[in-house]
Protein backbone atom coordinates (compact mmCIF):
# COMPACT_ATOMS: atom_id res chain seq x y z
CA UNK A 1 0.00 0.00 0.00
CA UNK A 2 1.06 3.60 -0.49
CA UNK A 3 0.70 5.44 2.78
CA UNK A 4 -0.18 8.86 2.47
CA UNK A 5 -2.16 8.79 -1.00
CA UNK A 6 -5.74 9.50 -0.51
CA UNK A 7 -8.49 7.08 -1.86
CA UNK A 8 -10.29 8.91 -4.61
CA UNK A 9 -13.90 9.32 -4.25
CA UNK A 10 -16.23 7.03 -5.82
CA UNK A 11 -19.96 6.48 -5.77
CA UNK A 12 -21.41 4.17 -8.54
CA UNK A 13 -24.37 5.61 -8.56
CA UNK A 14 -23.41 9.07 -9.80
CA UNK A 15 -20.00 8.07 -10.75
CA UNK A 16 -20.71 4.97 -13.12
CA UNK A 17 -22.06 7.17 -16.98
CA UNK A 18 -24.91 5.76 -18.79
CA UNK A 19 -24.16 2.59 -20.00
CA UNK A 20 -26.71 2.46 -22.92
CA UNK A 21 -25.24 0.26 -25.81
CA UNK A 22 -22.55 -0.97 -23.97
CA UNK A 23 -22.15 -5.25 -23.69
CA UNK A 24 -20.41 -6.41 -20.26
CA UNK A 25 -18.70 -9.36 -19.52
CA UNK A 26 -18.24 -10.46 -15.80
CA UNK A 27 -16.64 -13.12 -14.27
CA UNK A 28 -17.80 -14.95 -11.15
CA UNK A 29 -20.66 -12.43 -11.03
CA UNK A 30 -23.32 -14.57 -9.14
CA UNK A 31 -21.33 -14.21 -5.37
CA UNK A 32 -19.52 -11.71 -4.26
CA UNK A 33 -17.89 -8.68 -5.22
CA UNK A 34 -18.43 -9.44 -8.96
CA UNK A 35 -22.61 -9.99 -8.05
CA UNK A 36 -22.22 -6.54 -7.15
CA UNK A 37 -20.21 -5.36 -9.88
CA UNK A 38 -23.51 -6.93 -12.21
CA UNK A 39 -25.77 -5.46 -9.94
CA UNK A 40 -24.18 -1.97 -10.13
CA UNK A 41 -24.17 -2.20 -13.72
CA UNK A 42 -27.49 -3.27 -14.16
CA UNK A 43 -28.34 0.41 -12.67
CA UNK A 44 -27.12 1.93 -15.32
CA UNK A 45 -29.21 0.25 -17.76
CA UNK A 46 -26.13 -1.19 -20.50
CA UNK A 47 -27.22 -3.19 -23.57
CA UNK A 48 -26.11 -6.45 -22.14
CA UNK A 49 -24.22 -7.87 -19.14
CA UNK A 50 -22.82 -11.20 -19.51
CA UNK A 51 -22.76 -12.94 -15.99
CA UNK A 52 -20.39 -15.79 -16.14
CA UNK A 53 -20.29 -18.73 -13.23
CA UNK A 54 -19.34 -22.32 -12.74
CA UNK A 55 -22.81 -22.67 -11.34
CA UNK A 56 -25.51 -21.81 -13.41
CA UNK A 57 -27.93 -22.26 -10.95
CA UNK A 58 -26.40 -20.21 -8.52
CA UNK A 59 -25.99 -17.24 -11.42
CA UNK A 60 -29.35 -17.37 -12.31
CA UNK A 61 -30.68 -16.75 -8.77
CA UNK A 62 -28.21 -13.83 -8.63
CA UNK A 63 -29.94 -12.75 -11.92
CA UNK A 64 -33.23 -12.81 -10.62
CA UNK A 65 -32.04 -10.92 -7.16
CA UNK A 66 -30.73 -8.34 -9.36
CA UNK A 67 -34.31 -8.13 -11.02
CA UNK A 68 -35.87 -7.66 -7.64
CA UNK A 69 -33.57 -4.49 -7.05
CA UNK A 70 -32.83 -2.53 -10.25
CA UNK A 71 -36.39 -1.62 -11.98
CA UNK A 72 -36.34 -2.11 -15.49
CA UNK A 73 -33.06 -4.34 -15.15
CA UNK A 74 -31.45 -4.80 -18.52
CA UNK A 75 -30.46 -8.49 -20.13
CA UNK A 76 -28.78 -10.44 -17.84
CA UNK A 77 -27.43 -13.49 -19.30
CA UNK A 78 -25.66 -16.47 -17.65
CA UNK A 79 -22.57 -17.42 -19.62
CA UNK A 80 -21.50 -21.18 -18.16
CA UNK A 81 -17.52 -21.19 -17.41
CA UNK A 82 -15.24 -22.81 -15.59
CA UNK A 83 -12.32 -21.40 -15.46
CA UNK A 84 -10.34 -24.41 -14.56
CA UNK A 85 -11.06 -26.38 -17.61
CA UNK A 86 -9.89 -24.40 -20.94
CA UNK A 87 -11.85 -26.49 -22.89
CA UNK A 88 -14.79 -24.77 -20.67
CA UNK A 89 -13.24 -21.24 -21.70
CA UNK A 90 -13.39 -22.09 -25.14
CA UNK A 91 -16.87 -22.73 -24.60
CA UNK A 92 -17.85 -20.00 -23.00
CA UNK A 93 -16.14 -17.36 -25.61
CA UNK A 94 -17.79 -19.05 -28.65
CA UNK A 95 -21.18 -18.13 -26.69
CA UNK A 96 -20.14 -14.59 -26.42
CA UNK A 97 -18.74 -13.88 -29.85
CA UNK A 98 -21.91 -15.97 -31.39
CA UNK A 99 -24.09 -13.66 -29.67
CA UNK A 100 -22.87 -10.39 -29.22
CA UNK A 101 -21.47 -8.01 -31.82
CA UNK A 102 -19.41 -6.00 -29.42
CA UNK A 103 -17.68 -6.27 -25.47
CA UNK A 104 -16.73 -3.00 -23.79
CA UNK A 105 -15.92 -4.11 -20.35
CA UNK A 106 -14.29 -7.65 -19.46
CA UNK A 107 -13.98 -7.61 -15.64
CA UNK A 108 -11.62 -10.66 -14.93
CA UNK A 109 -13.16 -11.14 -11.42
CA UNK A 110 -13.72 -15.12 -10.49
CA UNK A 111 -11.06 -16.74 -8.49
CA UNK A 112 -9.89 -19.13 -5.91
CA UNK A 113 -8.08 -18.12 -2.90
CA UNK A 114 -5.63 -20.23 -0.51
CA UNK A 115 -7.06 -23.93 -2.03
CA UNK A 116 -5.49 -27.09 -1.61
CA UNK A 117 -2.73 -28.54 -3.46
CA UNK A 118 -4.44 -29.48 -6.71
CA UNK A 119 -4.17 -29.51 -10.73
CA UNK A 120 -6.72 -28.00 -13.11
CA UNK A 121 -8.43 -30.25 -15.52
CA UNK A 122 -5.92 -29.57 -17.82
CA UNK A 123 -3.28 -30.19 -15.47
CA UNK A 124 -1.99 -26.40 -14.11
CA UNK A 125 -1.18 -25.57 -10.90
CA UNK A 126 -5.29 -25.11 -9.65
CA UNK A 127 -5.09 -21.63 -8.35
CA UNK A 128 -2.71 -20.23 -11.25
CA UNK A 129 -4.84 -22.20 -14.05
CA UNK A 130 -7.99 -20.65 -12.30
CA UNK A 131 -7.38 -17.21 -11.83
CA UNK A 132 -4.75 -16.60 -14.10
CA UNK A 133 -4.40 -18.77 -17.59
CA UNK A 134 -8.60 -19.53 -17.69
CA UNK A 135 -8.38 -15.61 -17.49
CA UNK A 136 -5.75 -15.15 -20.07
CA UNK A 137 -7.34 -18.08 -22.18
CA UNK A 138 -10.70 -15.99 -22.60
CA UNK A 139 -9.10 -12.34 -22.85
CA UNK A 140 -6.69 -14.35 -26.04
CA UNK A 141 -10.45 -15.84 -27.35
CA UNK A 142 -12.51 -12.09 -27.47
CA UNK A 143 -9.57 -10.29 -28.54
CA UNK A 144 -11.25 -10.46 -32.03
CA UNK A 145 -14.87 -9.26 -30.53
CA UNK A 146 -12.66 -6.06 -28.47
CA UNK A 147 -10.97 -5.07 -31.18
CA UNK A 148 -14.21 -4.58 -33.79
CA UNK A 149 -15.96 -3.14 -30.79
CA UNK A 150 -13.17 -0.56 -30.82
CA UNK A 151 -13.78 0.03 -34.16
CA UNK A 152 -17.79 0.27 -33.66
CA UNK A 153 -19.91 2.97 -35.07
CA UNK A 154 -22.47 2.45 -32.72
CA UNK A 155 -25.60 5.14 -32.12
CA UNK A 156 -24.97 5.44 -27.89
CA UNK A 157 -25.88 7.79 -25.88
CA UNK A 158 -22.81 6.50 -23.69
CA UNK A 159 -19.10 6.99 -23.21
CA UNK A 160 -17.53 6.38 -26.62
CA UNK A 161 -16.12 3.02 -27.52
CA UNK A 162 -13.46 2.86 -24.34
CA UNK A 163 -12.78 -0.92 -24.27
CA UNK A 164 -11.68 -2.04 -20.89
CA UNK A 165 -10.27 -4.84 -19.33
CA UNK A 166 -10.01 -5.38 -15.86
CA UNK A 167 -8.18 -7.72 -13.72
CA UNK A 168 -8.90 -8.32 -10.26
CA UNK A 169 -5.58 -8.94 -9.17
CA UNK A 170 -4.69 -8.54 -4.71
CA UNK A 171 -1.89 -7.21 -2.64
CA UNK A 172 -1.27 -10.76 -1.32
CA UNK A 173 1.39 -10.84 -5.05
CA UNK A 174 3.61 -9.91 -1.99
CA UNK A 175 3.41 -13.36 -0.88
CA UNK A 176 4.29 -14.94 -4.61
CA UNK A 177 8.33 -16.36 -4.67
CA UNK A 178 11.06 -14.12 -4.45
CA UNK A 179 11.74 -15.44 -7.87
CA UNK A 180 8.44 -14.07 -9.11
CA UNK A 181 7.33 -17.30 -11.24
CA UNK A 182 8.41 -20.76 -10.74
CA UNK A 183 7.90 -21.96 -14.24
CA UNK A 184 8.76 -25.43 -13.21
CA UNK A 185 6.41 -25.59 -11.04
CA UNK A 186 2.97 -24.18 -12.70
CA UNK A 187 2.33 -28.26 -14.06
CA UNK A 188 2.74 -29.20 -10.75
CA UNK A 189 0.89 -29.23 -7.55
CA UNK A 190 3.75 -27.31 -5.78
CA UNK A 191 3.08 -28.32 -2.16
CA UNK A 192 6.18 -26.60 -0.95
CA UNK A 193 4.70 -22.94 -2.40
CA UNK A 194 2.14 -23.26 0.58
CA UNK A 195 -1.65 -22.22 -0.05
CA UNK A 196 -0.89 -18.58 -0.11
CA UNK A 197 2.55 -18.57 -2.05
CA UNK A 198 0.43 -20.44 -4.76
CA UNK A 199 -2.23 -17.48 -4.72
CA UNK A 200 0.41 -14.87 -4.60
CA UNK A 201 1.39 -16.62 -7.84
CA UNK A 202 -1.11 -16.50 -9.91
CA UNK A 203 -2.12 -13.24 -8.53
CA UNK A 204 1.20 -11.74 -9.87
CA UNK A 205 1.13 -13.51 -13.07
CA UNK A 206 -2.06 -11.75 -13.83
CA UNK A 207 -0.97 -7.88 -12.75
CA UNK A 208 2.24 -8.71 -14.81
CA UNK A 209 0.45 -10.16 -17.77
CA UNK A 210 -2.43 -7.21 -17.65
CA UNK A 211 0.46 -4.71 -18.09
CA UNK A 212 2.20 -6.60 -21.13
CA UNK A 213 -1.53 -6.42 -22.54
CA UNK A 214 -1.95 -2.95 -22.44
CA UNK A 215 1.50 -2.53 -24.09
CA UNK A 216 0.32 -4.54 -27.19
CA UNK A 217 -2.72 -3.28 -27.58
CA UNK A 218 -3.00 -0.06 -26.66
CA UNK A 219 -6.42 1.21 -28.25
CA UNK A 220 -7.55 -1.06 -24.93
CA UNK A 221 -7.57 0.25 -21.42
CA UNK A 222 -6.42 -2.73 -19.78
CA UNK A 223 -5.37 -2.32 -15.76
CA UNK A 224 -5.43 -4.39 -12.78
CA UNK A 225 -6.77 -3.98 -9.33
CA UNK A 226 -6.51 -5.15 -5.59
CA UNK A 227 -10.07 -4.67 -4.31
CA UNK A 228 -8.79 -4.17 -0.69
CA UNK A 229 -9.45 -6.72 2.29
CA UNK A 230 -13.33 -7.38 1.63
CA UNK A 231 -15.81 -9.82 3.13
CA UNK A 232 -16.22 -12.13 0.61
CA UNK A 233 -16.46 -16.17 0.69
CA UNK A 234 -12.91 -16.30 -0.19
CA UNK A 235 -12.02 -16.62 3.53
CA UNK A 236 -14.55 -19.00 4.15
CA UNK A 237 -12.87 -21.69 1.30
CA UNK A 238 -8.97 -20.87 1.93
CA UNK A 239 -9.00 -24.88 2.75
CA UNK A 240 -5.67 -24.71 1.72
CA UNK A 241 -4.38 -22.85 4.58
CA UNK A 242 -3.58 -23.51 8.41
CA UNK A 243 -6.57 -23.94 10.70
CA UNK A 244 -5.33 -21.46 13.08
CA UNK A 245 -5.13 -18.77 9.96
CA UNK A 246 -8.81 -19.91 8.92
CA UNK A 247 -10.11 -19.21 12.11
CA UNK A 248 -8.68 -15.55 12.96
CA UNK A 249 -10.17 -14.71 9.13
CA UNK A 250 -13.30 -15.79 10.16
CA UNK A 251 -12.91 -13.73 13.31
CA UNK A 252 -11.16 -10.69 11.96
CA UNK A 253 -13.42 -10.86 8.49
CA UNK A 254 -16.08 -8.39 10.06
CA UNK A 255 -13.79 -5.68 10.42
CA UNK A 256 -12.98 -6.27 7.00
CA UNK A 257 -14.53 -4.13 3.90
CA UNK A 258 -18.35 -4.64 2.99
CA UNK A 259 -18.88 -6.35 -0.65
CA UNK A 260 -20.65 -3.48 -1.65
CA UNK A 261 -18.14 -0.78 -0.95
CA UNK A 262 -14.96 -3.59 -1.99
CA UNK A 263 -16.31 -3.41 -5.87
CA UNK A 264 -15.58 0.04 -5.59
CA UNK A 265 -12.26 0.17 -7.00
CA UNK A 266 -13.01 -2.58 -9.83
CA UNK A 267 -15.73 -0.70 -10.94
CA UNK A 268 -13.95 2.83 -10.51
CA UNK A 269 -11.35 1.37 -12.91
CA UNK A 270 -14.04 0.28 -15.37
CA UNK A 271 -15.26 3.59 -16.57
CA UNK A 272 -13.18 6.31 -14.82
CA UNK A 273 -11.84 8.66 -16.96
CA UNK A 274 -8.28 9.11 -14.83
CA UNK A 275 -7.39 4.57 -15.44
CA UNK A 276 -4.12 4.82 -17.23
CA UNK A 277 -3.47 1.66 -19.33
CA UNK A 278 -0.82 -1.09 -17.68
CA UNK A 279 -1.10 0.36 -13.90
CA UNK A 280 -2.22 -1.80 -10.78
CA UNK A 281 -4.60 0.56 -8.30
CA UNK A 282 -5.21 -0.08 -5.15
CA UNK A 283 -8.73 0.94 -3.59
CA UNK A 284 -9.97 3.69 -5.13
CA UNK A 285 -7.55 4.69 -7.52
CA UNK A 286 -4.34 4.87 -5.72
CA UNK A 287 -1.58 4.00 -8.50
CA UNK A 288 1.89 3.15 -7.71
CA UNK A 289 1.34 0.38 -4.75
CA UNK A 290 2.51 -2.20 -7.45
CA UNK A 291 5.62 -4.37 -5.93
CA UNK A 292 9.13 -4.23 -7.65
CA UNK A 293 7.96 -7.53 -9.26
CA UNK A 294 4.85 -6.42 -10.59
CA UNK A 295 6.88 -3.56 -12.44
CA UNK A 296 9.17 -6.39 -13.70
CA UNK A 297 8.57 -5.80 -17.59
CA UNK A 298 11.25 -8.65 -18.36
CA UNK A 299 8.90 -11.09 -16.43
CA UNK A 300 5.76 -10.00 -17.67
CA UNK A 301 7.45 -10.79 -21.25
CA UNK A 302 8.32 -14.02 -19.61
CA UNK A 303 4.95 -14.78 -18.80
CA UNK A 304 3.42 -13.46 -22.37
CA UNK A 305 5.67 -15.27 -23.64
CA UNK A 306 4.94 -18.81 -21.59
CA UNK A 307 1.54 -18.35 -21.86
CA UNK A 308 1.24 -17.75 -26.22
CA UNK A 309 2.82 -21.06 -26.22
CA UNK A 310 0.69 -22.62 -23.92
CA UNK A 311 -2.42 -21.59 -25.21
CA UNK A 312 -1.55 -21.85 -28.80
CA UNK A 313 -3.43 -25.24 -28.88
CA UNK A 314 -6.60 -23.75 -27.72
CA UNK A 315 -6.84 -21.13 -30.48
CA UNK A 316 -8.41 -21.71 -33.82
Known sequence: MVFGCKSVPFDPEKDIPPLNGKVILVTGGNIGLGKQCVLEYARHQ???????????????????????????TPPIKVLSM??????????AARTVITESDCLDILMLNAGVMAAPPGLTQNGYELQFGTNYLG??????????????????????????????????????????????????????????LGAFGR?????????LWTRHLARKYPQFTCVSIHPGIVRTNLVNNATGSPPV??????????????????????????V??????????EPVGIAGAVSPLGEDDALAQKIWDWTEKELERYVV
Open 135 to 192: HALLVKLLLPLLERTVGSDRDTSGPPQDVRIVAVSSHALIYAPKEGMLFDLLRKPADD
Open 82 to 91: DLSSLDSVVQ
Open 46 to 72: PALIWLAARNVDKAQAAVDEIRQQVPN
Open 245 to 270: VRLLGKVARWGFTSVDQGAHNQLWAS
Open 272 to 281: SKDVQSGEYY
Open 199 to 207: YGQSKLAMV
